[in-house]
């Protein structure tokens, strides 16, 4: 079985039961070996902000040095989003084994009646996937109400009621009473159910002990200091034994009552100092929730989906300045249309659409719904990219447009800014989630006429509708067009594309009159362009750039204690810049597998008389850091650039760069530093790598960081086997497809000892990876040892064959 298989299995499972009840998953678990039997859960309930609580939730004990499964829904482009492990989602290789194990058992309870719901079927999988990573706790949010909802199988040992308002009435009740008489069944049996629901306090506390939270009067006291910018706001949390300020990246009095929630949880789960949860709460991001994707005009994202997170939506926006409102609007048919149109502001303009869901409404339905309401500038478009397309046109920069009514159509449109387009080798074009690799492209055998030269062969992620659209466009012109076999069940899916520069216009001339994917085209002339190989603010004698490394540290790998002292460190940095180097790379912590983390003092310390001793010299100074406080410290002391081996995780450190509009290098990482003995599975390291690191950018596009000042760098020895890293080395030439400069940091590193190189003896073949960098299109190398290096660079140029 492959993936596309077991996915389509899962994904084609039927979407409601016919009777109410857990019985049926939880006879499926126990034919499992009940994998739940081993894991902590906590179950977090709710009509609105269950997932924004869970996922701060989960980012407080991962800071706090916990593994942590999180299961949530819906997803924004890939059921895989669901079960994460410590932030990264579950691996197709687990979703594959997990079918072909138990899908006999799962096809036997359907002929027995008692078949597993879609919803049931994945909370079953995550349970497992948990079980197997062995977390210290997983983390579970409920689908509806709580008595009969699947994740309910699970005895918690802490959970949650976030709010009650009306939602799903034909399941759960007609009032908030009866709504929260179903919603307690998830507290758990040895300590209070955590609430913010403080229109049912009484109705709850009949049945449980509680710990409340709210603005006043309750036992957790938050309170919402004010936001800055559209990043987030400053919040207090008030508890016995806690005094808390912290800062949250998502707006709005109901995220400072969920992050309350989230904390009173977390101190129920572990013990936990303020310094942690802080960090954990502003490190919190959740994509699709207040999200702001532009600022000129101001286009955000949330999916308000029911009245209650619509009203919610409202309250944030009458505090935001812009003057004319574009609305992209979305919802199930399901849902009170009225009441969310009731509750949030009246647009300028409405833009109807109608995202790929079968409970969808359809667009014309919800444009009359908004002509009834008084709104005379109501256009119908159907396709949600279309929809987003015409409002950004129409804004102006003073103005601001917002894509809501539901999570699909926050994920649909969201593509525009998270979609990657990756060139790839036609012959060798990895299979994407069930597509067939295209035929090997001999490219002796196509004409010579520039027109006719194949262009090049790309690897993207499309809705199913314009998947649709491009192939039969793309097969029209006469290109290639694979797509996945998740066509039928899968809202979103790979597509491979090949074809000549003739090919690829007449597709894009086809697609300018379609809704399907607006920007495509440009995305993917951008991903087959020319390579970028210039570093911010730097102009090289010779490509890629070279960084020489100036570790400050007594314990980094290679060359730890050499350079301690002031004075040997501008001595080993004038002999690095005679040698060739472009930039100084100061690093004042070893991320070393198993290097101890290194007071934020102490790290300035080391590095900042460095930094002031190296300003007379003819090289841009670079600074290794994951802190904030040391970046700042830094740049006041004349470093030019950022280098974060965390990817600008911390937001602290984001708002830093921003500020101080200094170019940083964003690196993949999973843990810095590295853990010896962490296990972090990927299916393909490099389409993975280049997914987050995307996610990353957006961050720090989100933060206010021009994209100009952005390098990556693919983490070579951070969480990956020798095999990844030199999977990485091989198709380097894919990260360039994200249209931004590459950084290799691969010198002397443990990779090489899978061929035969002890330390110390790794010169020779970082050598010859920094010719195939090169080669691949790297705009820098980060190495000690700069002559050989600039040897190897120099003779890769001497053979550069491209036009």
Not at 215 to 231: F, H, I, M, N, P
Not at 239 to 254: S, V
Not at 599 to 608: G, K, N
């Amino acid at each position: 079985m492959d993936y596309s298989e077991a996915a389509n299995y899962l994904l084609g499972l039927r979407r409601f039961r016919t009777q109410l009840g857990i019985e049926d998953i939880a006879r499926f678990l126990e034919t499992a070996g009940n994998p739940q039997a081993g894991t902590d859960f906590v179950q977090v309930a709710g009509s609105n902000g269950k997932g924004s609580t869970a996922r701060m939730l989960a980012s407080i004990l991962r800071e706090a040095g916990l593994d942590v499964g999180l299961y949530t829904s819906p997803d924004l482009g890939d059921v895989r989003e669901r079960v994460q492990v410590n932030g990264r989602k579950i691996p197709r290789s687990a979703i594959t084994e997990f079918v072909s194990t138990y899908r006999e058992r799962l096809d036997s309870g359907a002929a027995r009646s008692e078949p597993l719901t879609h919803f049931e079927a994945l909370t079953a999988l995550a349970i497992w996937y948990f079980g197997e990573r062995d977390v210290d706790v997983a983390i579970l949010e409920v689908g509806i109400g709580g008595r009969y909802d699947a994740t309910s199988v699970v005895s918690p040992i802490a959970s949650a009621v976030t709010n009650v308002s009306l939602e799903h009435t034909d399941v759960l009740g007609d009032t908030r009473e009866e709504i929260a008489r179903d919603k307690v069944h998830v507290a758990p049996e040895d300590g209070p159910l955590v609430t913010a629901a403080d229109s049912v306090f009484d109705t709850l506390r009949e049945h449980t002990a509680l710990t409340t939270v709210g603005w006043a009067d309750t036992d957790v006291v938050v309170e919402s200091l004010g936001r800055d910018g559209y990043e987030a706001q400053e919040i207090t949390v008030r508890m016995d034994g806690l005094d808390l300020t912290a800062r949250i990246p998502h707006l709005g009095r109901h995220q400072a009552e969920n992050a309350g929630v989230a904390v009173a949880l977390a101190r129920q789960v572990t013990e936990i100092d303020p310094d942690t949860i802080a960090r954990g709460l502003r490190k919190a991001a959740w994509p699709g929730r207040f999200e702001v994707m532009e600022q000129d005009p101001l286009v955000l994202l949330d999916g308000a989906h029911n009245p209650g997170a619509s009203e919610q939506l409202g309250s944030v926006l009458a505090d935001l300045a812009y003057e004319d409102l574009y609305l992209v609007f979305g919802a199930m048919h399901d849902k009170d249309l009225g009441a969310m149109i009731e509750a949030l502001p009246r647009p300028t303009q409405v833009f109807t659409c109608r995202p790929d869901k079968k409970r969808a409404e359809d667009e014309r339905v919800l444009a009359k719904a908004w002509e009834a309401a008084g709104v005379e500038a109501v256009e119908a478009v159907g396709s949600v990219l279309g929809g987003v397309d015409r409002a950004i046109s129409q804004a102006g920069p003073e103005d601001a447009v917002v894509i809501a009514g539901s999570l699909y159509t926050v994920a649909e449109a969201r593509q525009r800014w998270a979609r990657t387009v990756i060139p790839v080798d036609a012959k060798f074009a990895s299979e994407a989630d069930g597509t067939e690799p295209l035929a090997a492209l001999d490219r002796a055998e196509r004409p010579i006429e520039a027109a006719d030269r194949r262009f090049g062969t790309v690897r993207t992620r499309l809705p199913r509708a314009g998947a649709r659209t491009v192939q039969a466009e793309m097969l029209r012109a006469g290109g290639e067009c694979e797509i996945s076999a998740l066509i039928e069940e899968a809202r979103f899916v790979d597509v491979i594309l090949s074809g000549t520069r003739t090919q690829f216009r007449t597709l894009f001339e086809a697609l300018e009159d379609r809704d399907c994917c607006p920007t495509l085209p440009a995305d993917i002339e951008a991903a087959l362009g020319p390579t970028p190989t210039d570093l911010p603010g730097l102009d090289s004698a010779h490509q890629p750039a070279l960084m020489g490394i100036l570790n400050i540290t007594p314990d980094s790998f290679h060359d730890g204690g050499e350079y301690n002292a002031v004075p040997q460190a501008v001595e080993r940095a004038e002999k690095l810049i005679e040698a060739g180097a472009d930039i100084l790379d100061v690093g004042g912590e070893s991320t070393r597998p198993g290097a101890d983390p290194v007071e934020i003092q102490a790290e300035i310390d080391r590095i900042v008389p460095v930094i002031e001793a190296l300003q007379d010299l003819d090289a841009m100074i670079s600074v290794d850091t994951r802190k904030a406080e040391v970046a700042t410290a830094a740049i006041e002391a004349g470093a030019d650039i950022i280098n974060d081996q965390d990817g600008l995780e911390d937001p602290a450190l984001r708002a830093v760069v921003a500020e101080h509009d200094v170019p940083v290098i964003l690196m993949h990482s999973i843990n810095t530093p590295v853990q010896p003995d962490a296990e972090v599975p990927y299916d393909d390291v490099v389409t993975d790598v280049i997914a987050e690191l995307k996610e990353r950018v957006l961050l720090a596009r989100r933060a206010g960081i021009d994209r100009d000042r952005i390098v990556l760098d693919p983490g070579i020895g951070f969480g990956k086997t020798a095999a990844e890293n030199f999977e990485l080395l091989d198709r380097l030439h894919e990260l360039t497809g994200l249209g931004l400069p590459v950084l290799f940091a691969h010198s002397h590193k443990s990779l090489f000892a899978d061929l035969g190189y002890a330390d110390g003896d790794r010169l020779l073949p970082t050598v010859v990876a920094s010719a195939m960098a090169a080669e691949r299109g790297a705009a820098a190398l980060r190495v000690h040892d700069v002559a050989e290096n600039l040897a190897a660079v120099k003779t890769t140029g001497a053979t550069d064959r491209t036009e």
